[in-house]
């Protein structure tokens, strides 16, 4: 395993980027980090408590209220977004180098990944001139000579981000509030908060006003702080389902705007005119990216009964030939899981399923020659009911159940039954057919032939994952409020 210098990446570890200065914690705690692959510490950053949130609040409240930042013309703003774009692509190594060492994902995806960050950012810059900000409504029946709708910023955000993809998760709320107008406290994931100081030094290197952009790292009483401030007016939030429904309820009290994208428990339908061993392939591939710990993995796999057999077993061959270990050697296939929690939880849901009667096919365990690090191998289970635990709860991590179904159209029903929405896939040579089985599908998200998402058009899900849309225009407009404005025209 590769030793990284992190700490002369990041100058302000011991400390909160508040009101655009690096502050100390009330506390005085910091928050320790252990790279994956080694279990050694990686970095100690500052933790923010109850107070530090509130100063934090309080300088987004102060920005936003009294501060030039929502006066700004929106293509200003997007001058600001442009030199963020340009930061993170100078600091694109970093974040490369920080990834792995956070929540193991390959360093060579993580790589590909950080060269597109500031597009994201750019992406939200074109917008100011292309959205329409603004609506005309000649001659409204209501009265009045015409009426605009203006599209004004919803305020103090509240942004909270996971741990598994915190840089491009960051990107997609930070931006299209940043354009709208809005102030943002960015509450980082104590598991992984290196890339979100490489955005607050960004931000102090362009001039952002003090105030706009807030970042600190906290754990859960203190975020729960955050939800509940008065003077936050929206929460945009990426995380499992559980902490998502409480902070629905907690908005819901005070009736603060929300947007939540998350868990998944998704399903790959497998047609039958679709190759076996292409799709297995293309599984193998998606299944085991950032080690299963993907929102939107293709965690259930529906195959008609005849050849449900046939795509185990090319799974089973896929799936043994990866090869586990260090993310920044070239040759490993598949990382760690990012924390011995999580290792955890997955070890005890695979040993459930098979206290259950589920039938193990491969996997399932530790790999013996790791003695360190958080590893756990793909693991497979076939002849899955649909009922039973491990094609209900979403695992987060390297796990595919495998679930027969008699005909299409039962393939279909078995995708719908699950109280998540979020992504599901579709593989057949036919477009036609795909488009009509995905028109039938209740998912955010539909992908051909393949794990697809896209978040630069749009992403979110359907019943238990989520509320709202992130990324493309529909990310910027869940940060902005509809105002309707009824005008008469001067008295001749």
């Known amino acids: 395993m590769a030793d990284h210098a992190t700490r002369q990446i990041l100058r302000h570890l011991d400390k909160l980027f508040i009101d655009g200065a690096w502050v100390a914690p009330q506390s005085g705690r910091q928050i320790t980090v252990l790279a994956p692959a080694t279990e050694e510490v990686f970095l100690t950053v500052a933790e923010a408590d109850v107070a530090d949130i509130d100063r934090a609040v309080a300088a987004a409240r102060k920005a936003f209220d009294d501060g030039p930042w929502p006066r700004l013309t929106h293509a200003q703003r997007a001058g600001y977004l442009r030199g963020l774009a340009d930061g993170l692509d100078a600091r694109a190594a970093d974040i490369a180098e920080i990834w792995p060492n956070e929540m193991g994902i390959l360093h060579s995806i993580a790589d590909a990944f950080a060269s597109t960050i500031g597009g994201v950012y750019r992406c939200y810059a074109g917008l100011a001139d292309t959205f329409a900000f603004e609506e005309r409504f000649d001659h409204p029946p209501g009265g009045g000579d015409y009426a605009l709708i203006a599209y004004e910023a919803v305020g103090v955000v509240g942004a909270i981000v996971p741990w598994n993809a915190p840089v491009n998760i960051t990107a997609y709320k930070v931006a299209p509030a940043l354009l709208a107008g809005c102030t943002i406290v960015l509450k ?52 499992s389902s559980a902490v998502g429904k409480r902070i629905a309820s907690i908005c819901g009290e005070r009736v603060a705007r929300c947007t939540l994208e998350l868990g998944g428990k998704s399903a790959a339908i497998i047609l039958d005119d679709y190759d076996v061993a292409t799709a297995a392939q293309s599984l193998a591939g998606s299944a085991t990216a950032m080690t299963g710990q993907i929102c939107s993995a293709l965690t259930r796999v529906i195959v008609t009964r005849n050849r449900h057999d046939d795509l185990v077993e090319a799974l089973k061959a896929n799936f043994e030939k990866i090869a586990i270990g260090d993310p920044f050697d070239a040759a490993t296939g598949m990382g760690p899981l990012a924390m011995g929690r999580q290792r955890d939880k997955v070890e005890e849901m695979v040993g459930q399923a098979v206290r259950d009667g589920n039938q193990l096919v491969t996997g399932g365990r530790r790999p013996a020659r790791l003695n360190r690090g958080f590893f756990f191998e793909p693991t497979i289970f076939a002849h899955v009911d649909n009922d039973d635990m491990i094609a209900r709860e979403e695992i987060f991590g390297p796990v595919l159940a495998v679930i027969p179904a008699d005909d299409e159209d039962h393939a279909v029903r078995l995708a719908n039954d699950t109280v998540f929405g979020l992504n599901n896939s579709v593989f057949t040579r036919d477009s036609d057919r795909a488009y009509a089985v995905a028109r039938q599908l209740r998912s955010g998200t539909v992908g051909h032939n393949s794990w697809r998402s896209d978040m630069s058009i749009g992403f979110g899900g359907f019943k238990q994952s989520g509320i709202g849309r992130e990324g493309g225009p529909n990310g910027l407009r869940a940060y902005l409020e509809p105002k309707t404005i009824i005008m008469q025209n001067p008295a001749e």
């Open 188 to 239: 980082l994931p104590p598991e992984a908060p290196g890339t979100g100081y490489i955005l607050a030094e960004i931000a102090e290197a362009i001039g952002l006003p003090a105030g706009v952009l807030n970042v600190l790292t906290a754990d859960r009483a203190a975020s729960e702080r955050l939800v509940r401030h008065p003077d936050v007016d929206k929460i945009g939030f990426t995380g």
